[in-house]
Every structure is written in C-alpha cells, then in structure tokens.
C-alpha cells in the first residue's frame, strides 16, 4: 500500500522533474510546479505548448517518461486513473448520448439507489439545472451540457477538479456566466482545481495563480496581477495581454532614452540596450506639450471603439516604424485627441516601464 505522509497544504499537489516524449519530440521538459489545497491554476499558453499533456499526466490518462507527481503526500503515479481522486471535464462535455442527465451525473456513483438519486438531485440543483434530470444531452444547449459534465466531475466529491478547456467550445455570454459560476462553485466546494486554456482573458479573470507554457517548459507561475504588471520574460509579455516594446539604449550620462524621450534611469551594469515594455495604459496622451522627460510626440494611425477605452495605435513623430498601442478611458486627458492623423505628445511614467536587457529573455 501507498504511505500516507503528513503534506503541508502549501505544496498539497506537487510536479517534479515531469518529462514526457512522443516520439522525438520533447513535449513536457522537466516542469517542476505546486498547488495549494483549495487554489484555482490555470495551465496557460499557445496551441502544442504541451497544458493539455501536463493534465493528462496528473489524470494518469498519460504516462510520463520522468518525474513525479505527488497529491496529498502521496506518489499518485503508480495508481490508475479510478484511484486518483480527481473529477475531469473536456471541452467536448463528452456525455453519453443515449443516457439521461440524471443517468450521466450518476455515472460513477456507487451508492444505494436512494441515496444515489438525493445526490443527483443536489449536484443538479448545484449546476443549476434542476428540472432537467431526465433530459437527454442532445436536449441542451452546450452550456447546459458542460454543466451536467461538471456535475459529474463533481459526483463522488473528488479533492482534485481538472478542466481541459472546458468553456472553449461555447459563446461568449454562456462562457462569461459558466466560468462566473464555475469560480464561485469551487471557491464554495474549496476544491482544488487545475484548468488548461489558450485564452489569457480566461486565465486572469478565473484563476489565483497562472503558470504561463510555452514550449514544454514554464515560463511563469504568478497571480494573475503578478503575470501581467510583471511578465518574468518577453514571452509572457507579449502573450498575456497587449504589449508595447521600446528599443532603448543608454546615453553619454548613463540615462535610459528611446528617441527623444529620457527615462531618467539606468540600465544594469553591463548592458548598453534593452527593449522597454510596458502595458497600453501605461502610457499617457497629454493635452499639452511640455519637452523633455519621457514625454514624444506621435501620430495616431488606429483607433478602435473599446466600450471603456479607446484604443489607438501610435507611431513615434521621430521614428515611424516604432508603433505603441493606448488606452485611454474617456474621462482621461487625452481621449478627445485619438483621432486618425492627430499629432498627440504622449508620455510614459518610467516606473511603469519594466526592462528587457537584449541578449537575455
Ligand atoms: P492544444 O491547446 O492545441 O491542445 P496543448 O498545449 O494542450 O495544445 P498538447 O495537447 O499537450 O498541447 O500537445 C503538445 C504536443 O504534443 C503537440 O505537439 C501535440 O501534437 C503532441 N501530442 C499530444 N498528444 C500526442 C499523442 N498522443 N501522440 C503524439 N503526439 C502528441
């Protein structure tokens, strides 16, 4: 039998050293990552990045070729998947057709007939889809499906919740109120979950920590404010949210400058240029040209109608190929500017500015 250790709640689910190959190819390379019992972690990054396989491998639904993966104290990578304690839920709902929502919630319920039906009847009730019991899946929409997959996933109360995708398939209103409910249900439950997607937006809206993939590798593990305030390379930067880059070099009296602008700082010893990053409402459209300082002039190329913001996008007046993405909020200075061809002076707070050194990350 398996020793149960004693396990700090910090480090309650623990990846070490997981490899995994398909044929040549290095899908997953020696990821390392923790979850805390009852957090919400989102698996983030592009298409083939390897999210999907690092779920797979903790659902026992792929052996890895290296590592482990330790839940509760225990090395779960010697049980099938029945044993590990988790609840899954795909992006296709992936129900069975010919039985009823009630038939396909009591799926993996081994209990008495009654006692079987009072639990369907609460974790219906608890996806709010009471009434629906006997209902076949091709009777529901699709979000109404993933509901009845959720109740499932949740049936025999599993510590451990892993979504693959699971809002992907659906529109966006239906989306925007599952991932809401799906948030609130296991912050109630206080259940564990690990949920992969593509979709950033999804990421910071849902998750208390993000580790960002890329490559078969992490790139970053953060809270959400944490990946995008302070992206750890210029591959977060530039996949969580939108991001503006600043070739900048440092001059004769050691100050950071691009173009005209001064940054009024340094760059580490050693490095002569770097890439200044910063986020679009970062930078500021001034209603009045004051010269010196981090303050350029530009000209607005876009503009795109946001709701909130307008969003333009700028060249430098002094070098046209640099191109800088804004926000700026309609009680803002600076909104009423944004109109294609207006000459605007913007500027740029240097403590919102976050450095690149060229040749590193
Ligand atoms: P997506 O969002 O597209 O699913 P992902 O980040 O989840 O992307 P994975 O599904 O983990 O990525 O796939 C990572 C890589 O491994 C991809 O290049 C994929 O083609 C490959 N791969 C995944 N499963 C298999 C398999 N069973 N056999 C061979 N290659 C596979």
């Known amino acids: 039998s398996v020793p149960e250790l004693a396990s700090p709640q910090a480090d309650w689910?623990?990846?070490?050293g997981v490899s995994k190959r398909f044929g040549s190819t290095l899908v997953l390379d020696q990821i390392d990552l923790t979850v805390r019992r009852g957090e919400f972690?989102?698996?983030l990054g592009?298409?083939?990045c390897g999210k999907t396989t690092l779920l797979r491998v903790i659902a026992g639904l792929e052996a890895q070729d290296g590592g482990v993966v330790v839940m509760g104290g225990r090395d779960i990578g010697i049980l099938p998947p029945a044993k590990r304690d988790y609840g899954i839920v795909f992006q296709s709902y992936a129900l069975f057709p010919n039985l009823t929502v009630a038939e396909n919630v009591a799926y993996a319920l081994k209990l008495p007939r009654k006692e079987r039906s009072a639990r369907v009847a609460q974790l219906l009730q608890m996806v709010e889809l009471d009434g629906k019991q006997e209902h076949y899946p091709a009777q529901l929409s699709?979000?109404?499906q993933q509901r009845v997959a959720l109740a499932r996933a949740l049936a025999t109360s599993p510590s451990l919740l892993l979504l693959d995708e699971p809002l992907s398939a659906l529109d966006a209103r239906v989306r925007d109120n599952l991932r809401q409910e799906l948030r609130s249900l296991q912050r109630r439950l206080g259940i564990t979950a690990i949920m992969v997607t593509h979709d950033q937006e999804e990421a910071l809206a849902i998750a208390d920590t993000i580790a960002v993939m890329a490559h078969g590798r992490i790139e970053q593990v953060g809270t959400p404010e944490q990946i995008y305030r302070e992206p750890a390379t210029r591959f977060v930067a530039d996949f969580?949210?939108?991001a503006n880059w600043l070739p900048v070099h440092q001059n004769e009296a050691g100050l950071v400058t691009a173009g005209d602008m001064s940054f009024g700082l340094s760059l580490p010893v050693g490095a002569r240029a770097a890439t200044a990053f910063c986020r679009p409402e970062d930078i500021c459209v001034e209603p009045h040209w004051s010269a010196?300082?981090?303050?350029?002039m530009a000209i607005v190329e876009r503009v795109d109608f946001l709701g909130g913001v307008r969003r333009a996008v700028l060249t430098l007046a002094a070098e046209r190929h640099v191109e800088l993405t804004v926000d700026v909020a309609r009680n803002e200075p600076g909104y009423e500017l944004l109109v294609p061809g207006q000459r605007v002076p913007?500027?740029?707070a240097p403590h919102k500015v976050r450095y690149f050194v060229d040749g590193a990350a």
């Open 13 to 16: 689910l623990r990846i070490e």
């Open 142 to 144: 699709g979000g109404q």
């Open 41 to 43: 972690l989102c698996l």
């Open 240 to 242: 969580v949210g939108c």
């Open 292 to 296: 010196g300082g981090s303050m350029t």
């Open 346 to 348: 913007v500027s740029i």
């Open 46 to 48: 592009p298409s083939g």
